[in-house]
């Protein structure tokens, strides 16, 4: 149903389709889509083979960070992550190494 302006409420928004890339800038999402779309996220990176992975989630007070950091912490796709340097985002942003398998031959 379509609310004055003709625009749909959000509950009723057809999902937007994310390109893959090793970035995720999160100031585009609302706080609330963040617990689904980060593990959806990083399961799409595992299966395009990234290796490593950035996660832009803003400076702010800091609650975005949290949040997602214990989503990395709890994800078994994760090795590791740290928060990126004077190069890559600093405390703006974090730096995911996936656990992908290792190319034997």
Known sequence: M???GNRLP??????????ITWELDLHTFQPR???KLIPAW??????????TVRI???????TLR???????????????FR???ET?????????TLNLPSVQS
Not at 10 to 19: L, Y
Not at 42 to 51: G, Q, S
Not at 56 to 62: A, L, P, R, V, Y
Not at 88 to 96: F, I
């Open 2 to 4: 379509a609310t004055p």
């Open 10 to 19: 959000a509950s009723e928004a057809e999902p937007v389709m994310v390109p």
């Open 33 to 35: 889509d963040i617990p």
């Open 42 to 51: 990083l399961e799409a990176c595992t299966e395009k083979k990234l290796r």
């Open 56 to 62: 832009i989630h803003g400076k702010g007070t800091g």
């Open 66 to 80: 949290t949040t997602v950091h214990a989503l990395l912490q709890r994800s078994p796709l994760v090795r590791s």
């Open 83 to 85: 928060l990126g340097d």
């Open 88 to 96: 890559t985002g600093g405390w703006g942003a974090t730096l995911v």
